[in-house]
Structures are given as C-alpha cells and as structure tokens.
C-alpha cells in the first residue's frame, strides 16, 4: 500500500507510544439550571480522578456515565482517557486545523506540511484505539490538506475500512472577492474502526421525501400518510413467479405488462388489507401500492445517507455563533449544528458515546446532547473555558438555536468540566502522590488485556479489577465434519490491585502489602468471583511470601511500581 514520507515520519510513529498518562482533574459540575454565564457550577478538590474513589460521596456519578469537557492539549487529554474508553466511542467527529497558511483569533492554521503531518498522525493513532469496533471516524478538511490526509487515515484505519469522502456544501453563494474560482464545498473523510462489523447508516426522511406523503387513510394513526407507487415493474430480469393476475374491484383479471414487484402472496395480503388501489385506464387498471411514511411497527421510513449534504451551510454556523456569543465574540468558521446532526443521525443511535477531540467553540457536544448522546469535547484553547463552557450550560438550560426545535429539545442533562492534571508517572517511573485506586486499577487493567477497564458493583470497595479471558482455539465435534464451530473461553488470570488501603489498613505493611494474612483474604474473595480457578494477578506494594507459597495459591505477584510500565 503506498504510504507518505515527510521529514520526521519515523519520529511521528512514535510520539503517542512516548505521551505520558495523565490525571484528569474535575474542576466543576454542570447541570440544567445553572446561570449560563457561570464559572463553575460547584468546585471540586484538585487532582480529582477520572474515576471517583472509593471514599468520595456516592451521590456524584463516574465520567464513564456522564459527559465531559476537557481543557488541555488534546494529545494529552486522549491518552489520558485511554485506560477508561479503549474501545467505547461509538463515533467520533474531529474538524482539525486545514493547515491553511491562515491565523485566526481561536486558533493557529498556519503549520509546515510535515508538521500538519506529525500532529494529525499520533492524535489519529489514538483516536482509533478510542474507537469501538462498530464505530466510525468522521473528519473534516478542505483541499490543502485532504488528499494527504485520505492516505494518512489508510495508514492508521486501513483501505478497507475506508467508507467514502462526504462533499459538503459549505456555502450557497459569495465569492465575489475569489480570484480563480468560488470555492463552495469541503470534504468528510468517512472511516471505519473494523468495516465487517459497521451497522448500515440511515437517515430519517428529509424535506424532500416528506413532501411525497400527502394521501391519508384509517391507518393515519399508526402508519402516517401514505403515497402511491406502481406494483407494475418494467424490470427486464424475468421471473415467472412476479407474473399473476390480480383480482379487480369489477371481478376482472389484471395482469401486469411485465411482472409485478411482489410475489401474489404478498399482493394478496395487501389487497386484504386495503392496501392496493387500482385504477380504470384505457387498457384495464393500473395498480398501484400504499407505500407508508411508517412501517408495520410505526417505525418511519429511512434512506440511505447521500455522499453530498447539502442545506446546512457556513453562514448558518455563524449565525449560530452569533446568536450564542454575540458578534465580538462569534467563532471564526464553526460547523453548523446540521452538518453533525446529519453525521450522528446516520452513524449513531441515543445513548452512544460521541468524541471530539478538536471541540472548537463546542458544536459537536451541543448536538450530541441535544440529540440524546452521551459525549466527551476536548479543547486546548482558552476558549474551552469563555465559549464551550457556556454554550454547553446554555444546552441543558434549553437554549433554542441550532437543531433544537427540529429535535424538540427542552433541556435537561449535565457535564463535568475537567482540566489535565499531573502525570500518573514521575520522571522516575514512580506514581504520583495523587493517583488514586481507580485510575491505577484502569490503567493497570488497560496494560494487561489492551482494553478498558469498568467496576461493577459487586466490585466495588475491594481489590478484585475482574477476570480476563482468552478465547481458545476453534473446536469442532470430532465425529462430525460439519458441525458448528464454537469457540472455548478460557479465564487467562483474575487481577487484584493492593493499593491506597483498598483492604480498609493504609499501614505499609499490611493492606497495600502481599502477607499471610492478606493472601487469606485475596482467596477468600477469589472463591467468589465468576472463575474460582482462575490464576491470581496481584499489583502490590511489596510481597512478603515465598515463591513456593506464591505457586502453592497460584499467585503471579508484581512489583508497585516497578512492575507498572510508565507509557
């Protein structure tokens, strides 16, 4: 496959592996309710982890429930959420810098080739690992960079996860200052994480279908108005089962020119259920079918997405801006709320999880809310703080603008307003003082399967992370050649993480420390857990036991935090 070469690729290939982990440290809670203009809506201890610890007040929810907004360099702030959503975003939608040779007030567009290169490369790496396997990447970008950006995601997604490049109309009109020509769309670089898993994308009738459905009849209720397409098809593919007669209203047979488009037991059920309308013409009847708005379970009727989308332009976004900002303070060139409307329509359903990891002045986040998702922005500019911030508190209070009366959105909901806080790990390889359970407890789980880690509740309170399983080879009866395949999941180990006195002693030589009685205790609880005979994995402080005792449990046992690699 051919790839790019630019000054420092090698070095680029490595630059996400080099990032350090960082904590996420909760600055406010937002909710519905709040005064848009706030600061934060109520402060919170510094150095808070992405999860909360076993001793914070119940009452306040984990970001893996809620959303997030995060201020910081989004490089950072997505190796950071790594250990917690590996595997979890259902789609993300990323407008990075153009690379244009331009500086605006909110940001700088103005980077050497091979610099754009090195930046979108490591952010792309890891934006794929945050991606679930029936999720979807959407990226915008106009001619400057677009081409070498499609290569780019080849590399890191895969050709064959490649799905199409969007063109969106981004302006109905102006140009008069343009010189060559009057540049009126740009492009959405559309990729899938695994394409053999990606469900179909649908959107919801538009306008321009919508006008179609006119007729009504006793079905209005349940199935919606209707309009009338022909039974009869001019198909030159012959198939001797379409070709029936159907009974007409005057006892007469009607045969089609052709063939019909159903088969007669179909037909005959549309035709008891009043569902056929023919009509006196020259030559007999011609028949035509009620093809509903909704279908039988009053589902309505969805298209596939078009590769252009059009209507949902620039001066609209800006107008947004206006509206929420004011016109000192609008946002150079945002997104309008319909252009990810379309894009979360077809690619997500209520409840996914959506990321952006370049959030602008927070487009993405306010329509994900509004539209019943949950997500997570990241901005490194101040803006995070004097734009995202109170356009997504003007949200949950109900603001109007944007798609919010086409979605019948109200208000409700919250976020947490998070910033980047200090490494996990030192220059040393040590842990931070502030590094609380859960936020090891994820990144140890993430380093030893490669995925996220999530408590349950029977979890919680106790050093127990969960049971990691492999799937063994592919078994068939071996009597019978054709039998089906099935597949033997076997438990791999059951990891224990000793650590800030998650046993209930701080003492070092006790909870966070491997003795007799701390193994008596481990044992105890291993005989609970789905896998009894799983082998142990222990994270500890230290290990007071003997080799033999250790294999006599079946315990592997590691070293904090020698045995915890710092990248």
Known sequence: MPTLDWLNRAQAFTTAARVPYRLLEEVSIHSAGAPDETAPATALPAQADLLQPQDKAPDRLSPTSGNLLIQGDNLEALKALLPFYRGQVKCIFIDP?????????????????????SMMLPRLQLLRELLSEDGSIWVTIDDNEGHYLKVLMDEVFGRGNFLTTFIWQKSYGGGAKARYFVGLHEYIHCYA??????????????????????????????????????????????????????????????????????????????LKNDELVFT??????????????????????????????????????????????????????????????????????????????????????????????????????EHAATHCLPRLQKVINGEQGGISKAVNWQGGGGFRFMTLGAPIFDEHGRIHPDVRFATLAAFIWQQETGSAWHADAAQAGTPYLGTHYQLDSFLRTPDV???????????????????????????????????????????????????????????????????????????????????VKAR
């Open 481 to 563: 050649r054709e039998s089906p395949i099935s597949c033997l999941k076997v438990p791999k180990f059951a990891c224990y993480l000793l650590f800030n006195g998650i046993l209930g002693d701080k003492r070092p030589a006790s909870g966070n420390v491997l003795t007799r009685d701390v193994l008596d205790a481990l044992l105890a609880l291993h005989a609970q857990t789905p896998d009894p005979a799983a082998p142990l994995l222990v994270f500890g402080e230290a290990c007071r036991l003997g080799p033999e005792r250790l294999k006599q449990a079946n315990v592997t046992f590691r070293h904090i935090p020698y045995d």
């Open 280 to 381: 006196k013409s020259k030559g007999g009847y011609t028949v035509n079918y009620k093809q509903y708005l909704k279908d039988a379970d009053g589902e309505e009727r969805r298209a596939k997405p078009k590769s252009i989308i059009e209507g949902r332009y620039t001066q609209h976004g800006t107008y947004e801006s206006v509206e929420l900002f004011g016109q000192e303070q609008k946002f150079a060139f945002p997104k309008p709320e319909g252009v990810i409307e379309r894009i979360l329509e077809a690619a997500t359903n209520p409840n996914d999880l959506i990321l952006d990891s370049f959030l602008g002045s927070g487009t993405t986040a306010a329509v994900a809310h509004k539209m019943g998702r949950r997500w997570i922005g990241i901005e490194m500019g």
């Open 97 to 117: 810098p153009y690379n244009t040779q331009s500086a605006f007030e909110h940001y700088d567009d103005n980077l050497e080739h091979a610099q754009w290169l």
């Open 193 to 270: 994480k695994n394409m053999s898993q990606l469900p179909d994308f649908f959107w919801p009738p538009d306008e321009g279908v919508l006008k179609y459905y006119k007729l009504q009849d006793s079905k209005v209720a349940m199935r919606g108005p209707y309009r009338l397409q022909p039974l009869a098809t001019t198909s030159n593919d012959e198939r001797p089962n379409l070709r029936y007669a159907l009974p007409s209203p005057d006892g007469n047979e009607v045969w089609p020119t052709k063939q019909w488009q159903w088969s007669k037991e179909r037909a005959l059920i549309a």
